[in-house]
Nanobody
């Protein structure tokens, strides 16, 4: 089994910054990619950013230029969020695709609230 634990969420004013972190543990043979998703109240979960095993990165258009995903080590990924907007308010979830099991794993989520 694989466990993902997120940290770093909280309350911040518009224009501020937050850094989310996610650490994976358990039966991990090969991580194909890490990702961050978010889900605002009443909305579907959406992709925010991904980082592949070759360090390739992809971002949602809504966060390009403001958010940066990075791999701190083999089992930890972070999301640096700058110039936050009220519309960034959501529960942020970490994910990884593990090729050994051939499936995605998800964290429990961390709340990010941006006040105007």
């Amino acid at each position: 089994q694989v466990e993902l634990v997120e940290s770093g969420g909280g309350l911040v004013q518009a224009g501020g910054s937050l850094r989310l972190s996610c650490t994976a543990s358990g039966r991990i043979f090969n991580i194909h990619a890490f990702g961050w998703h978010r889900q605002a109240t009443g909305k579907e979960r959406e992709l925010v950013a991904t980082i592949g095993s070759g360090d390739s990165r992809n971002y949602a258009d809504s966060v390009k230029g403001r958010f940066t995903i990075s791999r701190d080590n083999k089992f930890t990924v972070s999301l640096e969020m700058n110039s936050l907007k009220p519309e960034d308010t959501a529960v942020y979830y970490c994910s990884l695709y593990e090729t050994g099991a051939g499936r995605y794993y998800w964290g429990q989520g961390t709340q990010v609230t941006v006040s105007s």
